[in-house]
């Protein structure tokens, strides 16, 4: 197969709130070779993104995402690493190339599974796709009461494990940040798991996090997630010595596996969360699994989006029995619930799989995506760089 | 004063080829607040740079550049300061924004130098700005023929140190590899400092680049430059224990100050180099210049394009007596000439300092702006969210 086209939807609802939810928009990407078409979606700036792919090449190592990508041939995982080789050295200095790159890569992999009939765990060489324990993923609430509610809606939909992020935490008194810990878990009852994700409030101030830790400890979170920057390693290697009880997670701003190996080298985060949306897609979060399961670090998926992204953030570690906990959106906006036909449920334990379908297994919905379409035209000197296509 | 407008101009030869010539465009950025204006520029990939200040907002944490710039006042360093960390968390997911917001974040500081009557170095709060050693930065020949004639001719032309880079280093044998830098120490002279950039060839292989030290130590290169990926860290670390003699030099692929510092800390490098048109402008490498004096790391700045550039990349360290070692681009494509009307030239004693006229003293030249500018209409859902401003 050679790749003929990969074509760019970005999806939006009308309004768009400063709020941390990702779910707000969406950037899907399609891959087209011969009789075969594969799905992916970049978590991250659709405009720039597009960008990253369709732009003039600025010189030999600062190549659209594009060039590395169309017209090569496809007929094997290998040829996937080759792609994602040639966009690492080629587009070095185009720094979007990673974000632009992951929904390609996974819609690569997507064509590739469905081209052959197989899962794409299978491709990556899991005999067996193991259930996981969802965790609900929602946001603080204003007040410890809102988290509260929240919290008991969580428990009673079922779920036993929850991470409530981001809000007012850090931005306030240690009490405040107390009274939601404790209110999340008064809501979600003695044995359920609480994860706490503070989206990098502290920047890199190990003392301003390090006082958060006695009411984390006290609430028995399992997790702290992104105290600091994606990058700021001796603040997390720092942070990781003040508790025996709460371990350290982050990842999610990798967009490279090494910088999910600093984190758990440099940093010594015990779980180590990777979105396929932003490291380049599922070959190099499988790089991650592979490196973190030796180490006892606990490989955890990062999804807040579609099922299309949930189910490719599930296949790097779909293998692995023991990494049992799993990033499972519960609260995303309609834009994100709108162009998949597919629905990753929970089974009767109230546990998740990655699909047992080709590819992905995730059937996309034309008139879901037709429903959010923005429409975006590039122009270079004249030239139409790039206009929505149909789907 | 308030940011009023940030204008984008994206400037390119007639054709770009893939040679590793960083020159073959730009990406200019003017800022205007009352009857002030600044100039920058961008290491980067233009079309998606500008994308990622224009892009509509996708969260909360995914805001475009533009967000925390425009609107803002300006009165003092602390300002840019505050713009610059607003980028950092309001758009920590678009993965862009470091390399946009450096072409913006150095016009705020020509702008701020204008409006007050100093030069930058001055506004950082250094109270000289030292000459430096420049070194004619230029692509090995294909062959060692034409790398000496190449070193014979900088030579000619009064350099006292060279850094030859990429070609077909590390793509051959490591003869091959060491006939060239044979050739470069020959034409240099015995006395000249040699420098050599080997443009992450080796990707993290350390075994491949050590089999090049023999060959490099022979030749008296004083450093061995990008040998990794930007962030292949445990490389260079173990890299650098394998020769007491080549020192080992990095950095600008640096997007954030961590990585500057992680090459440091992690990687041992002992040159340290800033792109300020990538790092997010001259101040964070001037945090990169305050972290690697006291450790003994030397600084140096990283630019192989205009004037404008240089200036820019100068003034971190301009006060850092010690720090000698200064890249000078020698070779650069008519683009990135045309656009300035000053030209940073050596002294008596061939050797360039940052300039004492206000801001960056680089006055830009309209009419070579006009000459090579491509025009750029980007839009999203019907409306225009960039075209090509008036110049």
Known sequence: MKIEAVDFFYLSMPEVTTEADGSQDALLVRVT???HVGWGECEAAPLPSIAAFVCPMSHGVCRPVGASILGQSLHAPEDIARMSAAVAYDSMDLLQAAHTMSGVEMALWDLLGNARGEPVWQLLGYGHSHSKIPYASVLFGDGPEATLASARKIRGDGFHAAKFGWGPIGRGSVEADRDQFVAAREGLGPDGILLVDVGQIFIEDVEHAAARLPALEAAD?????????????ASYGALVKRSAKVGLAGGEG???????RHLIDYGGVGYIQIDCGRIGGIGPAKWVADYAAPRGVTYVNHTFTSNLALSASLQPFAGLADHRICGYPVATKPVAQAFTRTRIARDSNGEVRAPEAPGLGIEIDPEGVRRYLLDVEIKVGGRVLYRTPAI
């Open 254 to 260: 990798a967009h490279n596996t090494h910088m999910a």
């Open 221 to 233: 979170a399992t997790w702290l997630e992104e105290p600091f920057q994606a990058a700021a390693y």
């Open 33 to 35: 070779a011969g009789s």
